[in-house]
């Protein structure tokens, strides 16, 4: 009983999806997403040879190449575990007199276009980020264009900055510019941000 109620939970935290302009961000600039009613073809042996399961087509005798489908919903997700994003999308083959749902042509990635994109940035971590006895060394860009700016006038400037990983939980660090050269970082509240990262932090220390 314990164990079901383990896996149910472990499932209900994977069903949580994200903000669509924060998935994207984690992403990168290289992926584009269909729209929802955007007509998609489905490639089943595609399916087949990357599926992380093994997938099941007994029930589908005569499968062609590829199948036209619309894309019914999009659900931008997270692993609970590496923080890696991904997206779960649900089509639905499109028949032959089946109505447009105002879709311009196979295949289109319309997006959010017209949505002003958040500021973001993107550094590869170093062994001493990941190490949780240090703290993580922000790129000189990102302390002065997207944290709040900070009194330089103050000995040392410091700060605190709130900010919320993928999975929505909330992160409390100290922000201050010290060091010579003189540089920004984040220390207290980083190595509690490191330990729960458990996952990329391997993942840093392995490619080390």
Partial sequence: MITFMDSKEKLKEMEKCLDSQLWHAC????????????????????????????????????IPAYVLCRVASVKFMADPETDEVFAKIRLIPVGTNEPDFEDDGIGSIHGNETQEKPASFAKTLTQSDANNGGGFSVPR???????????????PPVQTILAKDVHGETW?????????????????????????KKGWKAQVEKKI
């Fill in 27 to 62: 992403a990168g600039g290289m992926v584009q997403m269909p729209s929802v009613n955007a007509k998609v073809f489905y490639f089943p042996q595609g399916h087949a040879e990357h599926a992380c399961g093994p997938v099941d087509f007994r029930n589908c005798p005569r």
């Fill in 141 to 155: 860009y990102c302390a002065e264009t997207i944290f709040p700016r900070l009194d330089y006038s103050a000995d």
């Fill in 172 to 196: 409390k660090f100290r922000h201050i510019y010290r060091g010579t050269p003189r540089r920004h970082l984040l220390t207290t509240g980083w190595s509690t941000f490191v330990n729960h």
